[in-house]
């Protein structure tokens, strides 16, 4: 339905613009559905807005379902929109008046390293003001292509730099990564030929083929069994570029070797189960619907204590291989942070803690958090890229063999 | 139908005019709420306005229905309401009386006859259904987040498909597809089927000069003075830590209050004598004592 007002824009470009803009909500952690795509679709169509305050509200009334979701909805749209500048202007008229209603500054908590690839990472959209939705499209394809084709080159990229695109291939680069459960000792004893132990019983068997001589001695050993690993992944606004890989890494987890899987920002929530059932979107759903304070601060001790309280010392965490992610800015009392794992470092096999950031040259682990754990870790990893990915479950492989030290 | 719409769209051609319309009512709406009210109409799409208590979520439903100048059918939600209160009941007492007449007329009684429209007693959403225009009604469904879960189950098809369904009657579909506004001060989370059927705006505390001129333009009888002082005393009542933040309805009530005992400015004196008007608990009296009557007045 076309009003009056609006300008001839080609509506599959309009289409195109609503669904990437959705998606990049969807990907900030906005359960954005289609059918609210369409209906912003119509409404910028129908209101023909002429400024991005305009458009800012349009899209706010018509993609959002709670005030919990509106300071990640601000930033989203900063991020997509700032680079247009006008976007309807733009398909008419000389490029005017740039009237973003949000100062960047006051508004996004994050740092400048995250504004900065957020710049880099849509080098479009900040080039040429009249380049049409089209030949977006195009080169944006392009580069999904090259991405595609070096996927080497992506494998030991940080996934903070990576644009949409290249995360999406990631993502299957992650599903793909090979799983080998740990092994711990079982009980029982198996037959097994090169056992230490003597299996009697076999041993004897054997002997009535040989006149009662044991000729041929059979041997047991331990049984191996699964090792339990359980994830923890930190959710909060500071660990987002890389919360939705570990969600795909916790998926193949939880499905294939039957792990755990918590997020938590300020606080702790179960995944399993989402995971087991659904695909990793769903998840992400539900944890965005189940964390408002998504992309707010983090509280490591609260939800780890959570965690030990109400699963750890039940047995999710005894004798098992627990993998922490987070960057270790805690907004509490770091004192708790240390409290919670001294407690599970001492229910758990291994600890292996996972801080993406810790890849950069100049890291120290100073944030009050991170200080207050290291003492109780036992491997330390950075996890940043699919490569260090690769490293991370080589380490929980080796984890499960290994004895306490 | 179209002709409806064609109404609609005259009306209401864009978001700018929409806004000055309102505001001719006398209700002031920042753009965003602005762009909410007109989706709502123009796409149509019910509304699920959100905000603290008195920062004119209901006044907004009004407004709106005195723009289009068409009636606002409003149904109050409240705990236990069930579909008897809010759809339809049928009137008893009239099907007894019907049935002692038949016999006393020795007429035979269809029972279809005793479940026809005569004997339906309409509630509010059952009214927006069967309004017959010349424009659609605006419904306004006030504080859902009061009313069960349960509940909200039973405005699904309302709010996706404009119709209404009595078992003994059939499927009544909207003539004129109802404006449906709903709000909530969210007691509580709604479900997430019911906000999947709406738009979303959450009606934030307006600046102080927006308060101000809101004030002002519902008070007229009061001076200027007195009302951009009490603006901005609301404003400084909501830094402090109040269980209930008095918002834009408090304001007014102090404006009206402090007229009709004659305050021409406000100061520590004329605070304490109208303060009840803002503040409805003893702990945030305490509290505004506490922080000094003086600093509250801002003399």
């Given at each position: 339905m076309p009003s009056p007002a609006s300008p001839p824009t080609p509506q599959a470009d309009l289409a195109a613009l609503a669904a990437a803009f959705g998606e990049r909500l969807h990907a900030a952690g906005v359960p954005v559905t289609p059918e609210r795509m369409i209906r912003f679709a119509e409404a910028v169509l129908l209101a023909g807005p002429r400024t991005i305050p305009e458009a800012y509200w349009i899209g706010r009334v018509t993609l959002l379902t709670g005030h919990f979701q509106i300071p990640v909805y601000d930033r989203v749209f900063d991020e997509y929109f700032r680079g247009y500048v006008d976007l309807v202007e733009d398909t008419r008229t000389s490029p005017s008046q740039p009237a973003s209603p949000l100062d960047a500054g006051e508004r996004a908590p994050r740092d400048t390293g995250a504004q900065q690839s957020g710049a880099s990472r849509s080098p479009i959209t900040s080039a040429t003001p009249g380049l049409d939705a089209r030949g977006d499209a195009d080169t944006e394809e392009m580069s999904l292509l090259a991405a595609a084709s070096t996927s080497e080159r992506l494998a030991t990229r940080d996934f903070s730099e990576c644009s949409p695109e290249e995360l999406a291939l990631l993502r299957q680069l992650v599903e793909r990564l090979p799983l080998i459960p740990p092994r711990r000792r079982g009980r029982r004893l198996r037959r097994n030929a090169?056992?230490?132990?003597?299996d009697v019983r076999a041993t004897l068997r054997r002997a009535y083929r040989t006149g009662g001589d044991p000729v041929h001695r059979a041997h047991r050993r331990h049984s191996e069994r699964p090792r339990r690993v359980v994830l923890i992944a930190d959710v909060s606004g500071s660990m987002e570029p890389y919360a939705r890989v570990y969600l795909h890494l916790m998926r193949g987890a939880v499905r294939s070797l039957g792990s755990e899987a918590f997020v938590f920002a300020t606080r702790l929530t179960r995944l399993t189960r989402h995971l087991a059932a659904g695909g990793p979107d769903y998840a992400y759903a539900k944890v965005a619907e189940s964390t408002p304070d998504w992309a707010g601060g983090t509280r490591i001790g609260a939800a780890l204590t959570r965690f030990l309280d109400e699963h750890g010392r039940r047995g999710v965490a005894r004798g098992a291989i627990v993998v922490i992610v987070s960057d270790?800015?805690?907004?509490?009392?770091?004192g708790e942070v240390g409290e919670a794992m001294r407690r599970l470092g001492r229910l758990a096999h291994h600890v292996i803690w996972v801080n993406p950031r810790s890849a950069a040259a100049e890291f120290q682990p100073l944030a009050g958090g991170m200080a207050a754990a290291l003492p109780h870790v036992d491997t330390f990893l950075s996890g940043h890229s699919v490569r260090a990915l690769e490293e991370l479950l080589a380490a929980i492989r080796e984890a499960g063999e290994r004895r306490r030290g | 139908m179209t002709e409806s719409n064609d109404a609609l769209e005259d009306r209401l051609p864009d978001v700018d005019s929409l806004a000055r319309d309102l505001e001719q009512t006398g209700y002031l709406a920042d753009p965003g709420l602005a762009t909410a009210l007109f989706c709502a109409v123009r796409l149509p799409q019910p509304l699920l306005l959100e905000g603290e208590a008195g920062v004119g979520k209901t006044q907004a439903a009004k407004a709106l229905a005195g723009i289009l100048d068409t009636p606002l059918i409003r149904l109050q939600c409240f705990e236990g309401i069930d579909a008897a209160e809010a759809l339809y009941e049928w009137n008893y007492a009239r099907q007894l009386l019907g049935i002692r007449l038949a016999e006393a007329r020795g007429d035979g009684l269809e029972e279809s006859s005793l479940f026809s429209r005569d004997y339906l007693v309409e509630r509010p959403l059952l009214q927006a259904v069967e309004h017959r225009g010349p424009r659609p009604v605006v419904l306004l469904i006030d504080e859902?987040?009061?009313?069960?879960?349960?509940?909200?189950a039973f405005l699904f098809e309302l709010l996706a498909e404009s119709a209404v369904t009595i078992p003994e009657i059939g499927t009544l579909r909207a003539h004129h597809r109802p404006i449906v506004i709903l709000t909530s001060n969210r007691t509580r989370d709604l479900h997430d089927a019911l906000k999947r059927r709406c738009l979303y705006h959450w009606i934030d505390y307006p600046t102080l000069e927006h308060a101000t001129a809101i004030v002002r333009r519902r008070v007229p009888e009061a001076n200027d003075r007195l009302v951009s002082q009490i603006a901005s005393a609301v404003s400084r009542l909501r830094t402090?830590?109040?269980q209930k933040p008095p918002g834009i309805a408090e304001a007014i009530d102090w404006v009206h209050a402090a007229v009709l005992l004659g305050i021409q400015e406000l100061d520590a004196e004329a605070v304490q004598r109208t303060l009840g008007s803002v503040l409805k608990y003893r702990e945030d009296h305490d509290v505004a004592v506490e922080a000094g009557l003086a600093w509250v007045s801002g003399a």
């Amino acid at each position: 339905m076309p009003s009056p007002a609006s300008p001839p824009t080609p509506q599959a470009d309009l289409a195109a613009l609503a669904a990437a803009f959705g998606e990049r909500l969807h990907a900030a952690g906005v359960p954005v559905t289609p059918e609210r795509m369409i209906r912003f679709a119509e409404a910028v169509l129908l209101a023909g807005p002429r400024t991005i305050p305009e458009a800012y509200w349009i899209g706010r009334v018509t993609l959002l379902t709670g005030h919990f979701q509106i300071p990640v909805y601000d930033r989203v749209f900063d991020e997509y929109f700032r680079g247009y500048v006008d976007l309807v202007e733009d398909t008419r008229t000389s490029p005017s008046q740039p009237a973003s209603p949000l100062d960047a500054g006051e508004r996004a908590p994050r740092d400048t390293g995250a504004q900065q690839s957020g710049a880099s990472r849509s080098p479009i959209t900040s080039a040429t003001p009249g380049l049409d939705a089209r030949g977006d499209a195009d080169t944006e394809e392009m580069s999904l292509l090259a991405a595609a084709s070096t996927s080497e080159r992506l494998a030991t990229r940080d996934f903070s730099e990576c644009s949409p695109e290249e995360l999406a291939l990631l993502r299957q680069l992650v599903e793909r990564l090979p799983l080998i459960p740990p092994r711990r000792r079982g009980r029982r004893l198996r037959r097994n030929a090169r056992g230490d132990r003597l299996d009697v019983r076999a041993t004897l068997r054997r002997a009535y083929r040989t006149g009662g001589d044991p000729v041929h001695r059979a041997h047991r050993r331990h049984s191996e069994r699964p090792r339990r690993v359980v994830l923890i992944a930190d959710v909060s606004g500071s660990m987002e570029p890389y919360a939705r890989v570990y969600l795909h890494l916790m998926r193949g987890a939880v499905r294939s070797l039957g792990s755990e899987a918590f997020v938590f920002a300020t606080r702790l929530t179960r995944l399993t189960r989402h995971l087991a059932a659904g695909g990793p979107d769903y998840a992400y759903a539900k944890v965005a619907e189940s964390t408002p304070d998504w992309a707010g601060g983090t509280r490591i001790g609260a939800a780890l204590t959570r965690f030990l309280d109400e699963h750890g010392r039940r047995g999710v965490a005894r004798g098992a291989i627990v993998v922490i992610v987070s960057d270790g800015w805690e907004i509490g009392d770091p004192g708790e942070v240390g409290e919670a794992m001294r407690r599970l470092g001492r229910l758990a096999h291994h600890v292996i803690w996972v801080n993406p950031r810790s890849a950069a040259a100049e890291f120290q682990p100073l944030a009050g958090g991170m200080a207050a754990a290291l003492p109780h870790v036992d491997t330390f990893l950075s996890g940043h890229s699919v490569r260090a990915l690769e490293e991370l479950l080589a380490a929980i492989r080796e984890a499960g063999e290994r004895r306490r030290g | 139908m179209t002709e409806s719409n064609d109404a609609l769209e005259d009306r209401l051609p864009d978001v700018d005019s929409l806004a000055r319309d309102l505001e001719q009512t006398g209700y002031l709406a920042d753009p965003g709420l602005a762009t909410a009210l007109f989706c709502a109409v123009r796409l149509p799409q019910p509304l699920l306005l959100e905000g603290e208590a008195g920062v004119g979520k209901t006044q907004a439903a009004k407004a709106l229905a005195g723009i289009l100048d068409t009636p606002l059918i409003r149904l109050q939600c409240f705990e236990g309401i069930d579909a008897a209160e809010a759809l339809y009941e049928w009137n008893y007492a009239r099907q007894l009386l019907g049935i002692r007449l038949a016999e006393a007329r020795g007429d035979g009684l269809e029972e279809s006859s005793l479940f026809s429209r005569d004997y339906l007693v309409e509630r509010p959403l059952l009214q927006a259904v069967e309004h017959r225009g010349p424009r659609p009604v605006v419904l306004l469904i006030d504080e859902v987040d009061r009313a069960d879960e349960e509940f909200e189950a039973f405005l699904f098809e309302l709010l996706a498909e404009s119709a209404v369904t009595i078992p003994e009657i059939g499927t009544l579909r909207a003539h004129h597809r109802p404006i449906v506004i709903l709000t909530s001060n969210r007691t509580r989370d709604l479900h997430d089927a019911l906000k999947r059927r709406c738009l979303y705006h959450w009606i934030d505390y307006p600046t102080l000069e927006h308060a101000t001129a809101i004030v002002r333009r519902r008070v007229p009888e009061a001076n200027d003075r007195l009302v951009s002082q009490i603006a901005s005393a609301v404003s400084r009542l909501r830094t402090i830590d109040l269980q209930k933040p008095p918002g834009i309805a408090e304001a007014i009530d102090w404006v009206h209050a402090a007229v009709l005992l004659g305050i021409q400015e406000l100061d520590a004196e004329a605070v304490q004598r109208t303060l009840g008007s803002v503040l409805k608990y003893r702990e945030d009296h305490d509290v505004a004592v506490e922080a000094g009557l003086a600093w509250v007045s801002g003399a």
